[in-house]
């Protein structure tokens, strides 16, 4: 992916380049996050937040890092575009100035509980659903969006069916998921059925056609996607529609959550992420639009697709015993490793798509968190893992938080958090990757996803287990 650098404007790269000259002593945790004037969005339970954690943890740095990253997306992300009828809102990724249907999902995601205290930040995340649904019903397979509909961007040229308006046409399950949870989760926590109007049932049936399609029992669907690139992973092979599959029932995910293309298109912790957002949409069609037609065409989707995960997507590890696969194809073949991105295996209990305790689960989560994975990296600053997408060697912040979230083992999610609190390369934020061996050589200065993320695992375990935090 190219990466289009906005650093100056919002004051990252002065920081991270200050950082770079001064030991972490001399800084003195720094005045590194973006000024008040600067801000995009504010709210005021949101600060009250940070000034609590940093009264109470006695940890300073945790306490700095915690100001830095968990308002992240607040300050740098946010574009109010609501009108006079409809809120609406845009959010960035970082320094690619584009909406991913998944990283605005995610960034907004620990917010979800301080709604009920600032009207303002539930109309944020009400407005956000609002944009996903449009973007959806633009083009179901599209993974990241502009705000400006008749934007051509970098990838206009690809060879795929491009509209105006989209970054990107990966086509990647997650980027459905994303936007059913968010709203789902949006309605649990306050009961407000505005979001689910019109264009949002529009966008669940171009989801549910489109998982459909994707399943590839009639044909190989409406979708394919070449890239004119030197970089093997940015496009499809076999004509464009990627290696062929056995049409057994899961869904095919052109691309992972990293961007990069899939060698099996199976990808099963997709697939299993698929079949919890496909419950929750039929919640609440059932519920709010009385559209039990979709609703169980959906809840049968989930049934079907969660049966075929049991027989194709579990495998037999030599070492580790019935573990779940990375991709399949339906035919027998299967990928072992994980991926930083979520949803990774590692992650599914965080996106609620299997329980915590599951065998299944725990002896996966042992493999991929083994020098039996290829992209488990350990080394003399920190160990995790990395992925494809940036390469070897490199450990990705956000699978060291997602460990700490799937953990039930408190010595566990104490060394992640000690982890991470000292690979931010003396910058003060989280970002894409690190050097196993050298936090100060890391990708991307500004990624709002890995920051806000970082800041919801310090709330929930000061609010859950504050004696990790000492």
Not at 64 to 70: A, D, G, K, P, T
Not at 121 to 140: R, Y
Not at 168 to 193: F, H, M, N, Q
Not at 433 to 460: C, I, V, Y
């Amino acid at each position: 992916m190219k990466r289009r650098t906005f650093l100056q404007n919002s004051g990252l790269l002065g920081a991270g380049m200050l950082a770079s000259k001064l030991s972490f002593a001399e800084l003195n945790y720094p005045t590194v996050r973006v000024a008040k004037d600067k801000r995009h969005f504010t709210s005021q339970v949101i600060e009250n937040a940070i000034l609590e954690f940093q009264k109470k943890v006695s940890n300073k740095e945790l306490g700095w890092l915690f100001n830095n990253c968990f308002p992240n997306t607040l300050d740098t992300t946010i574009y109010d575009e609501s009108t006079a009828s409809k809120k609406l809102t845009y959010v960035i990724t970082g320094d690619i100035d584009a909406m991913w249907l998944r990283d605005s999902s995610a960034q907004v995601w620990p917010y979800l509980p301080f709604m009920k205290k600032d009207k303002n930040l539930q109309n944020l995340i009400l407005g956000l659903i609002n944009k996903q649904s449009q973007c959806i019903n633009i083009d179901p397979y599209a993974n990241a969006f502009y705000n400006d509909p008749n934007k051509k961007g970098e990838w206009f040229t690809d060879h795929t069916d491009m509209k105006p308006g989209i970054h990107e046409r990966k086509w990647e399950i997650d980027s459905l998921c994303y936007p059913v949870r968010l709203a789902y989760a949006y309605w649990k926590e306050t009961g407000d059925t505005t979001p689910f109007d019109a264009e949002w049932l529009r966008a669940q049936e171009n989801t549910y056609k489109t998982y459909i399609e994707q399943q590839r029992k009639d044909s190989l669907g409406p979708y394919k996607f070449e890239r004119t690139t030197a970089r093997g992973s940015d496009t499809l092979q076999v004509d464009g529609y990627g290696y062929p599959v056995n049409p057994v029932g899961l869904i095919c995910s052109s691309f992972r959550p990293s961007d990069d293309c899939s060698i099996f298109p199976f990808l099963i912790p997709s697939n299993l992420f698929a079949i919890s957002s496909l419950r929750q949409s039929a919640e609440i069609l059932k519920s709010i639009k009385d559209n039990g037609g979709l609703a169980d065409k959906m809840l049968a989707l989930a049934n079907e697709v969660e049966a075929a995960v049991n027989k194709y997507g579990i495998i037999n590890h030599p070492d580790h015993g019935r573990v779940y696969a990375f991709e399949v194809d339906g035919y027998g073949s299967y990928l072992m490793m994980d991926d930083a991105n979520v949803p990774s295996l590692l992650a599914l209990p965080y996106l609620g798509a299997v329980d915590v305790n599951d065998e299944v689960y725990q002896r996966t989560r042992k493999f991929i968190l083994s020098e039996k994975n290829p992209f488990f990296f350990k080394g003399t600053a920190a160990e995790g893992i990395g992925g494809p997408h940036i390469g070897r060697d490199m450990i990705w912040p956000m699978a060291i938080t997602m460990r700490a979230f799937t953990s039930i083992d408190d010595n566990e999610i104490r060394s992640c958090i000690q982890t991470l609190a000292k690979t931010h390369g003396d910058t003060g934020f989280m970002h894409e990757s690190f050097h196993k061996d050298d936090p100060k050589n890391f990708t991307r200065h500004w990624f709002a996803w890995s920051n806000t993320l970082f800041g919801e695992l310090l709330w929930k375990t000061y609010k859950e287990k504050p004696s990790l935090l000492t």
